[in-house]
Nanobody, 131 residues
Framework: QLQLVESGGGLVQPGGSLRLSCAASGFTLDYYDIGWFRQAPGKEREGVSC????????NYGDSVKGRFAISRDNAKNTVYLQMNSLKPEDTAVYYCAALRRGSTTVQFMCAAPRLIEYDYWGQGTQVTVSS
């Protein structure tokens, strides 16, 4: 079965950290750019961070710059999102998505997720930041 599986979400206090993982099953991530997206209740899905297939190019949403870091380990077929200095407004369901490399830039992936037809989506993992 071809799928992406997110993990690592949970409840954390403001200022805390979490690391999300996005693991591919049934296919290799080497040929895919990966994006992390989030959606809070009543809000549109927004791009959080995106990374090229090689890891050489990354992009971050303005609200997470300097706090979040995206990385990938193609040997483990996994992409990570390290989230530090978490704020209550980071509360959302976080999703990862895969797009065949070369389809567009990682900047556009993150800026306009609704305009892109991704090859794979994960089921999402809840992140709640609250005291």
């Amino acid at each position: 079965q071809l799928q992406l599986v997110e993990s690592g979400g949970g409840l954390v206090q403001p200022g805390g950290s979490l690391r999300l993982s996005c693991a591919a099953s049934g296919f290799t991530l080497d040929y895919y750019d990966i994006g992390w997206f989030r959606q809070a209740p009543g809000k549109e899905r927004e791009g959080v961070s995106c990374i090229s297939s090689s890891g050489g190019s990354t992009n971050y949403g303005d609200s997470v710059k300097g706090r979040f870091a995206i990385s990938r380990d193609n040997a483990k077929n996994t992409v990570y999102l390290q989230m530090n200095s978490l704020k209550p407004e980071d509360t959302a369901v976080y999703y990862c998505a895969a797009l065949r490399r070369g389809s567009t830039t990682v900047q556009f992936m993150c800026a306009a997720p609704r305009l892109i037809e991704y090859d794979y989506w994960g089921q999402g993992t809840q992140v709640t930041v609250s005291s």
